[in-house]
């Protein structure tokens, strides 16, 4: 496809269970992120990613969230233990490089906390 | 501390008049800025962009303006259709991949 896809659209889960959220990225796109909106606010950065390592994970909220990617390609957001308040809209954008090019965003995952 | 306000949740305009959307920042180092418009259900899609360098670019009926010195911009939308009717995100980054995003202002254009 041309633009980001993500998966799943759509995830209900308990308080307490392990979520994975997926991203796939523009094919040549080096640079991706992950945000996420709660509801009535901002999209709020989470983390960054160059090619596989993630100089930047300063937005992350807590040690329950982490991330990975493989190589240049599909990257995964893990959140454990999730908590009501990780009910969210979480949104991915790729790049082509992390400075000078705009942020194309996939269509994100709305998580809902039980 | 939000660093991107914008103060208007929503907007209504009759289609064909003009839509103006308002955006505040705090940091005078925010040189760049972009607008993103957002349909139910998708992602944000670029729409609009801006340099610090200029006060103002202009894309067919979209018009962004820069006033730099009010740290203020704005988005205007000419004339408005219905399919303008969306969520529309300012944001802006200081030279980094790091984008600060507006809460967002609901257009909806009238048929």
């Known amino acids: 496809g041309a633009g980001v896809s993500q998966s799943p659209s759509n995830k209900v889960t308990e308080k307490g269970k392990d979520v994975e959220l997926r991203c796939d990225p523009i094919?040549?796109?080096?640079?991706l992120y992950w945000y996420r909106q709660r509801l009535g606010q901002g999209l709020e950065f989470l983390i960054y990613f160059q090619g596989n390592s993630a100089p930047d994970k300063s937005g992350l909220p807590s040690d329950r969230f982490s991330a990975e990617r493989t190589g240049e390609s599909v990257s995964t957001l893990t959140i454990q233990r999730t908590q009501q308040e990780d009910s969210a809209v979480y949104l991915c954008?790729?790049?082509?490089?992390?400075?000078?090019?705009?942020?194309?965003f996939g269509p994100g995952t709305r998580l809902t906390v039980l | 501390d939000q660093q991107v306000k914008q103060n208007s949740p929503s907007l209504s305009v009759q289609e064909g008049r003009i839509s103006i959307l308002n955006c505040d920042y705090t940091n005078s180092m925010f040189d760049y800025f972009l607008w993103y418009k957002k349909y139910p259900a998708e992602g944000p899609t670029f729409l609009i962009s801006i340099s610090s360098i200029k006060d103002k670019n202009e894309d067919g009926r979209f018009t962004v303006f820069l006033n730099k010195s009010a740290k203020h911009l704005s988005l205007h939308i000419v004339p408005s259709q219905p399919g303008d009717s969306a969520v529309y995100f300012c944001?802006?980054?200081?030279?980094?991949?790091?984008?600060?995003f507006g809460t967002g202002t609901r257009l909806k254009v009238l048929a």
């Open positions: 944001a802006t980054h200081s030279g980094t991949y790091k984008y600060i």
């Open positions: 094919s040549g796109h080096t640079a």
């Open positions: 954008a790729s790049s082509l490089s992390p400075l000078t090019d705009t942020q194309y």
